[in-house]
T-cell receptor, first 111, second 113 residues
Framework: RKEVEQDPGPFNVPEGATVAFNCTYSNSASQSFFWYRQDCRKEPKLLMS???SGNEDGRFTAQLNRASQYISLLIRDSKLSDSATYLC????????????FGDGTTLTVKP | DGGITQSPKYLFRKEGQNVTLSCEQNLNHDAMYWYRQDPGQGLRLIYYSQIVNDFQKGDIAEGYSVSREKKESFPLTVTSAQKNPTAFYLCASSDRTRDQPQHFGDGTRLSIL
């Protein structure tokens, strides 16, 4: 079993739709969580950190469920420009900052 | 502007040749990382360094080597022992403070001639 698992998709949604991605992690010692966005043939870029109480940044909401060991990303009112691969990242801070990346979930937003 | 610079953007390797990928950052970050990404796959950690003159193997270190002589620089050498080097190589850095995310350079695409 992979340490970090994501549904690869692809998720194909119309503009304006709400879409949610989940990411599960296996190590209960994990301490820090992030969502990155990666466009085709580009480097990953930080979308948002995920805090224990949940957090929101505009149309994006991230949540953490430590009991069930998963994090989620909700995108409201999808835009064409949201089309990308979304990477879930989990880090055990006791392991000197080594992070584990999920394989990503691909989102395509269509007109 | 502060950031991470990787060079070259594209690199071709001949059989039996070692090649070195450059990664420089001016973010004053202590930690630096090298990842490999194959088409349609996630990122896999090659090596990482938390401090100057120290580095650790990641999950796929065989066939690669690194050095960390300066805080700003973390070059990666792809040796001839790496039999399948064609991939997208990404360098990242982060502050060692807890909960700080990694920031990436724009990558180097390596292919075999």
């Amino acid at each position: 079993r992979k340490e970090v698992e994501q549904d690869p998709g692809p998720f194909n949604v119309p503009e304006g739709a709400t879409v949610a991605f989940n990411c599960t992690y296996s190590n209960s010692a994990s301490q820090s969580f992030f969502w990155y966005r990666q466009d085709c043939r580009k480097e990953p870029k930080l979308l948002m950190s995920v805090y224990s109480s949940g957090n929101e940044d505009g149309r994006f909401t991230a949540q953490l469920n430590r009991a069930s060991q998963y994090i989620s990303l909700l995108i409201r009112d999808s835009k064409l420009s949201d089309s990308a691969t979304y990477l879930c990242v989990v880090r055990k801070n006791t392991n000197a900052g080594k992070s584990t990346f999920g394989d990503g979930t691909t989102l395509t937003v269509k007109p | 502007d502060g950031g991470i610079t990787q060079s070259p953007k594209y690199l071709f390797r001949k059989e039996g040749q070692n090649v070195t990928l450059s990664c420089e950052q001016n973010l004053n970050h202590d930690a630096m990382y090298w990842y490999r990404q194959d088409p349609g796959q996630g990122l896999r950690l090659i090596y990482y360094s938390q401090i100057v003159n120290d580095f650790q193997k990641g999950d796929i270190a065989e066939g690669y080597s690194v050095s960390r002589e300066k805080k700003e620089s973390f070059p990666l050498t792809v040796t001839s022992a790496q039999k399948n080097p064609t991939a997208f190589y990404l360098c990242a850095s982060s502050d060692r403070t807890r909960d700080q995310p990694q920031h990436f350079g724009d990558g180097t695409r390596l292919s075999i001639l």
